[in-house]
């Protein structure tokens, strides 16, 4: 069974548009998170929520904005897509030290 | 300066070679030194974490700590075609029961047959 899941895997949209990507875990873990992966593989964290509260807030645009409605899901909407949104969208969860990753959504914004 | 430095390969080596992968840090509020595996167009994987100075072996990986030198490294012995992979350093900080992940750059590893 897999542990965490996103959909879509795939999303293809023209500029300006706006997108969610969702994500959930069935490992039980309290800790949610979005990275961004660039096309240099360079992976950075977006936010956090633990328990459904947001812990960590990077320097992100306000076009995008996490929502957890339960401990299991974290989704992520983008508003106003640009060309620069283009990577590998991963969401991971954690209980203490270990922090298991989805397969990644990869945005390509045309 | 990045808070975490990794050289990004590629790096070629062929089977059964001994593989290093190095990464430096700045930042000395790092609790936990990680290394993840990524395979191509799959999540990262952890391979190996400790939070102390020394050795930790897992099989054929050992992860080295220094702390005093702010350098941490991974060791692959008897290398395998399957352990080609991109492999991503990471330090963490605890954030009221967050754990916030800084990831080095990756290294891209390809063990030839």
């Known amino acids: 069974d897999t542990a965490v899941s996103q959909t879509p895997k795939y999303l293809v949209t023209q500029m300006g548009n706006d997108k969610s990507i969702k994500c959930e875990q069935n490992l039980g873990h309290d800790t949610m998170y979005w990275y961004k992966q660039d096309s240099k593989k360079f992976l950075k964290i977006m936010f956090s929520y633990n328990n459904k509260e947001l812990i960590i807030n990077e320097t992100v645009p306000n076009r995008f904005s996490p929502k957890s409605p339960d401990k299991a899901h974290l989704n992520l909407h983008i508003n106003s897509l640009e060309l620069g949104d283009s990577a590998v969208y991963f969401c991971?969860?954690?209980?203490?030290?270990?922090?298991?990753f989805g397969p990644g959504t990869r945005l390509t914004v045309l | 300066q990045k808070e975490v430095e990794q050289d990004p390969g590629p790096l070629s080596v062929p089977e059964g070679a001994i593989v290093s992968l190095n990464c430096t840090y700045s930042?000395?509020?790092?609790?936990?030194f990680m290394w993840y595996r990524q395979y191509s167009r799959k999540g990262p994987e952890l391979l190996m974490y400790?939070?102390?100075?020394g050795n930790k072996e897992d099989g054929r990986f050992t992860a080295q700590v220094d702390k005093s030198s702010k350098y941490i490294s991974l060791f692959i012995r008897d290398s395998q075609p399957s352990d080609s992979a991109t492999y991503l350093c990471a330090m963490s900080v605890r954030i009221q029961g967050a754990q916030k992940l800084v990831f080095g750059q990756g290294t891209r590893l390809t063990i030839n047959p």
């Open positions: 930042n000395s509020a790092f609790q936990y």
């Open positions: 991971a969860s954690s209980q203490i030290h270990e922090q298991f």
């Open positions: 400790t939070y102390s100075s």
